[in-house]
Structure formats: C-alpha cells, structure tokens
C-alpha cells in the first residue's frame, strides 16, 4: 500500500504534479479542495475560508474526509495539510514556487488579472497559514517532516512526478 502526500502554497503546482504522479504510478488520487466544497455550497472559496476562521469544524470535517480518503491507500493525497495529517504516508512532498510564478498560474487558470492574483494567493496563503496554526499547531514554513522538497518554477508536472517517484523508489530500499 502506497501513500504519497503532496503539499504547497497555492499556485505551487501540487494538484497538477499529483495528477501526473497518479497517472504515473497508477494510482488513485485525492484531490478534496475547499474550492470544490465551496462550490457545492453555492458561495465562494473565500467565503468558505472565512466561515472556516469562525468554525473550526469546517477544517476538521475536510481533514478527517482526506484522511478517510487516504486510509484507503494506493494513493496520492494534494491538500495543503496532507503531510502533516496522515500518519501513514509513504512519503511527504513540499512543492514551491516564487511567488509572482503562483501568481501567473492562478491568473491564468482563474482567468484574473495578474494583480488580483497575487493578491488572492496572498490572501489564501495567509488565511490558511493563520487558522492551521490557530486550530493544529502546524507552521506550513516547517518543512521538517518532508522527504523532499522541489521548486517547481521551471518543471512540468511529469518532471515533477518523475523527481517524486525516484525518491520513492530510493526511500522504498533503505
């Protein structure tokens, strides 16, 4: 049974590098998103990470789905408190990027302006940074617990996938 955890800020490319891994590996991936949870409930992504800062149940129901999700294994987990909140993983990744890199991914893939951008990323990155702090003790900067570390500023995702599943492999036979 395998489990893979990849974190990163937002705009770090840890959801497309989990794809590319998933389909690498053949494996299954979870990819729960608060984006995803605040469409279902008909408001926006920053409206759920608001009502999350009041209501810490929203973040605790969403992490026992991942864990849940990855309990099952042969997976990939991408959320941003994967490494830290399933115990049983294989190996944990922290995925980075600059800054005005994330911003260029999210403008584009959220058809925004590169101002507003960086603005959003800035704003989630905070507000998270903040409330897992507040409601786990976890410092998304402490890196510690991370088998690897990749800057994926001039990677593709299967580049990024390939770097993952060579450090597997070479974890698998200490």
């Not at 990819?31 to 605790?60: E, H, N, P």
């Not at 507003?116 to 903040?130: C, F, G, Q, T, W």
């Not at 402490?142 to 996938?161: V, Y």
Request: some cysteine; glycine content about 8%; proline content about 1%.
């Amino acid at each position: 049974m395998t489990i893979i955890c990849i974190s990163g800020l937002t705009g770090s490319g840890k959801n497309a590098a989990g794809e590319a891994l998933a389909k690498r590996l053949n494996l299954r991936l979870v990819s729960l998103t608060f984006k995803d949870d605040a469409k279902k409930r008909g408001i926006s992504l920053m409206q759920l990470q608001g009502a999350a800062d009041k209501d810490k149940k929203i973040d605790v129901d969403f992490d026992a789905r991942v864990v849940n999700e990855a309990s099952k294994g042969n997976c990939i987990v991408t959320t941003w408190l994967g490494p830290w909140m399933v115990k049983a993983a294989d190996l944990r990744v922290w995925i980075n990027a600059e800054e005005n890199v994330r911003a260029a991914r999210i403008a584009k893939r959220d058809g925004m302006g590169a101002k507003e951008a960086l603005e959003h990323l800035r704003m989630r990155d905070n507000d998270n940074r903040a409330r897992y702090k507040k409601y786990y003790g976890i410092g998304l900067d402490d890196h510690s617990n991370f088998d690897l570390e990749i800057d994926s500023g001039k990677l593709s995702p299967e580049e990024i996938a390939a770097l993952i599943e060579k450090a597997l492999r070479a974890k698998a036979k200490k």
